[in-house]
T-cell receptor, first 112, second 111 residues
Framework: GAGVSQSPRYKVTKRGQDVALRCDPI?????LYWYRQALGQGPEFLTY????????KSGLPNDRFSAERPEGSISTLTIQRTEQRDSAMYRC??????????FGQGTRLTVV | QKEVEQDPGPLSVPEGAIVSLNCTYS??????FMWYRQYSRKGPELLMY????GNKEDGRFTAQVDKSSKYISLFIRDSQPSDSATYLC???????????FGQGTRLTINP
């Protein structure tokens, strides 16, 4: 596609439920990133993939958060047993290897 | 203390003014410096990308990096109402992919 595509755009879930957020990067981009952005703040790094390899997951807040990119293209960020503090905008970005990162529109997650 | 500090504003200036946006940082290992523009309800859009110290100009935008002072700036000349957005600085260490962002400065250009 022309840009980074994320789905769903909005997700409301009940506390304790699991959610899966999807990212479809720009075609040909081998690097993929997940960030979380709170209102009025800059994006905060979660994890990074190069092709299918998860090379940095230092930003994942705890073991309820996981991400995968099994075929080196589409990625899924999964949050298990969601809590209200997980509510935020989750943004995906992609780039050519080591290049400039382009962001998607994000998924607004609300945990009620 | 945050690794990257950015005044959140808001900053309001008249159309045609020169705008100066700044960030300071504490990690001397940062080598790549970026400015993103984020319109309301949109994702960040890359504006400027610079490596190490120096200036880079692109149209009405100029990015400056002073590594000795750990200070970066974005200047917008002949500002337009369409420049109204939140401006985020971001930076990373060479060899790493993790971007560290500032809080963002909310800018309004008044017609």
């Amino acid at each position: 596609g022309a840009g980074v595509s994320q789905s769903p755009r909005y997700k409301v879930t009940k506390r304790g439920q699991d959610v899966a957020l999807r990212c479809d990067p720009i075609s040909g981009h081998v690097s993929l990133y997940w960030y979380r952005q709170a209102l009025g703040q800059g994006p905060e790094f979660l994890t990074y993939f190069n092709y299918e390899a998860q090379q940095d997951k230092s930003g994942l807040p705890n073991d309820r958060f996981s991400a995968e990119r099994p075929e080196g293209s589409i990625s899924t960020l999964t949050i298990q047993r969601t809590e209200q503090r997980d509510s935020a905008m989750y943004r995906c970005a992609s780039s050519l290897e080591g290049g400039k990162a382009f962001f998607g529109q994000g998924t607004r997650l609300t945990v009620v | 203390q945050k690794e990257v500090e950015q005044d959140p504003g808001p900053l309001s200036v008249p159309e045609g003014a020169i705008v100066s946006l700044n960030c300071t940082y504490s990690n001397s290992a940062f080598q790549y410096f970026m400015w993103y523009r984020q319109y309301s309800r949109k994702g960040p859009e890359l504006l400027m990308y610079t490596y190490s110290s120096g200036n880079k100009e692109d149209g009405r935008f100029t990015a400056q990096v002073d590594k000795s002072s750990k200070y970066i700036s974005l200047f917008i000349r002949d500002s337009q109402p369409s420049d109204s957005a939140t401006y985020l600085c971001a930076m990373r260490v060479g060899g790493a992919q993790k971007l560290v962002f500032g809080q963002g400065t909310r800018l309004t250009i008044n017609p």
